[in-house]
């Protein structure tokens, strides 16, 4: 073989090797990019999957509470209210008649406000405000502490599963604020702006350490489910000062 | 002055020279026809770039050497300075990153700073063969293009895309062996043409060839639009 014709060989082999290098390099890309695509979408189904389990759980803890609250509700008011009308109902008498007539009157209202806490369609239809406002005036007529709320209406317009959620979240921070804080007033404040709407919790109770461990698991409970919602959960605390509350979430 | 030969002219165009007119004529037909907003398109507009300008230097170096001029100044100005960098502004153009494209504006004025400061040094002349030239520009594009395939499967602005229906990816994979195989016979070719001149001939048909293939793939970027306006088929996003 001449001297040209090996340098030709030599040039022929290490091209073809130096092109098969370089698909090879292109080929990895392309899996590289395969894999990573694969892996993103397991990731967005399990975000999907735990964001259905959230919207699951809420949904049993909400009528749970209105079990309850519809249990409550039939012993202590519908359950007096029909004792009542039964014994006026007895009566000869006309007008304790008539107002017998007035007990069952008062009874078919009862039972349709409670009939209609037993679904979740109330969620559609009330505003976070609203249910905010609900809740205050429930702490406030219990004489638990003073309440107070304000709102630039941010939240008015909010998909249903984010309502719930949002919901169940405040529900359980004010909980917690009058169960641990025993604070002597607590406010709710909502802003927002063009990027990002914040409804913050805040009362003047015993406070606490919050670098300090916590056996419970209540606030990564609350952290998750505003993650779900695209949300992020913060909480600021001082002892003997209250608590901070600020739940976002972006527009 | 010696009159210009036209028959010395005509016997230089080969296959190469007509398709590569052809596409630059392709390319301009099809931009010609697209919606305004696809010809604001910053690749459509660097591709139909790049095959013009490759079509405009090549018939111009034919002409120069049908008529036993020196053309190597056609192809140091044209192939190694405005068509590297219309190659680097269209790697430039499909990546998402600021950072990323920074860096490659600060690659090409700093390519042109060299080359300002060879040639005033005189370490390069624009007639010679160019070979510090093209084997810098050549290191430039193969970065560009592993920045591009770095971003491909790191950031997640890729991540919804085919890589195989993507007119980056191919543009990109075209220009990365077109340079990776043509620089190593831009840097050996003082040697081979004075040595080995069956080789260098044998040699040179790789980045014909491979100029003949990104400028196919260029003009169908083009041509990809069209076929999406027309028959809402898009074989290649651009």
Redesign the interface.
Known sequence: MSDQESEVLLILFGGIFFAFLMSVFVVAMVVLHRQRQIQNRQKIDNLKAEYERTILNIENEIQQETLAHVGRELHDNIGQLLSLAKLNLNSAKPEKQAEGKEFINQIIKEVRGLSKTLNLDWVEEITLDDFIKQQLQRIESTGYCQTAFDSDQSFLELPKDKKLVLIRVIQECLNNAIKHASPAHLKVHIIGDSTLRKIEITDDGYGFDTTAPSSGSGMTNLKKRMETIGGSFSLSSTVGKGTQITLNLPL | MNQFRFDLFFERIGYYQILIVGFAVAGLIGYSILSKEQKKNESVRLSLAIVIVVAFYEILATVYSSQKIVNQWVYNLFNAHIVAILFILLIRSFLKRKRDKKMVSIMIMLFLLISFILHLTGITQLNDEGEYLSFFNSVLILCCCGLY?FE??TL?E??EIN??KEFSFWAS?AI??YF??SFMIYISMKYLYTN?L??FF??MS?PIHFTLLCNLLLTFCIFSLVIKNRFRKEFLHV
Do not use: G, N, Q, V
Request: charged share 10%; hydrophobic share 65%; no cysteine.
């Open positions: 395939f491909l499967i997640d890729f991540l890589p195989l994979t990365l062996f990776s195989s080995h069956d080789i044998m040699l790789i």
